[in-house]
């Protein structure tokens, strides 16, 4: 028979499974979170690739199947993506596919969420070049090469500049 103190001195070189065991799942968690980002960075890629503007999306209204290759959400995903961006969004895939690997290898994501600000705002004056350029509707592209918010801030660059007076006056 063992005494009180063996017993006592055997949990205390075991190890603490409870741990163990949460520090397993956190990891779990993080990994299956790291490979949801990256599928889903492919398959926004595919579906920006694949895009058709006569499939059902948010800025049209079209009957069948839709002819992209990730179906009715790239269809969906891909038209909010180009009306919101334009063709500038392509540059947010790489921010979360490498977020999404550094969190597959176990890694933490580092600052994802500046990561991805700092993207936006780069999206953002990409697509303000773009609607500087040319703000006219594109065929194929729901709110032309800047998307809206490049097209909204475009005006206001544009009102920004005609509100500097002229020299010498």
């Known amino acids: 028979m063992a005494t009180a103190a ?5 949990r205390d070189l075991g190890p603490d499974w409870r741990e163990k065991l949460r520090d397993s799942v956190r990891l779990l968690a993080v ?21 058709d503007s006569n499939d059902p999306s948010f800025s ?11 179906g009715a959400l ?9 009306m919101l961006f334009g063709p500038a969004a392509v540059l947010l895939l790489p921010v979360l596919a490498v ?4 969190m597959m290898r176990g890694e933490t994501a580092g600052r994802l969420g500046r990561m991805l600000l700092v ?11 773009l609607a500087m350029v040319r703000g006219t509707a594109v065929s194929g592209l729901p709110a032309g ?12 660059v544009d009102g920004g500049i005609g509100l500097v007076g002229k020299p010498g006056t």
């Open 6 to 10: 063996e017993r006592a001195r055997k």
């Open 31 to 51: 990994r299956t979170t790291g490979t949801l980002l990256v599928a889903g960075s492919l398959a926004l890629g595919v579906a920006l690739a694949t895009h």
């Open 60 to 70: 049209t209204a079209a009957a069948g199947p839709p002819a992209n290759w990730v």
């Open 74 to 82: 790239g269809s969906y995903g891909s038209d909010l993506l180009l």
């Open 99 to 102: 977020g999404g690997l550094r």
């Open 119 to 129: 993207s936006a705002i780069g999206i953002l004056l990409a697509g303000i070049a």
């Open 145 to 156: 090469w800047g998307g809206a918010l490049g097209l909204a801030s475009a005006r206001a």
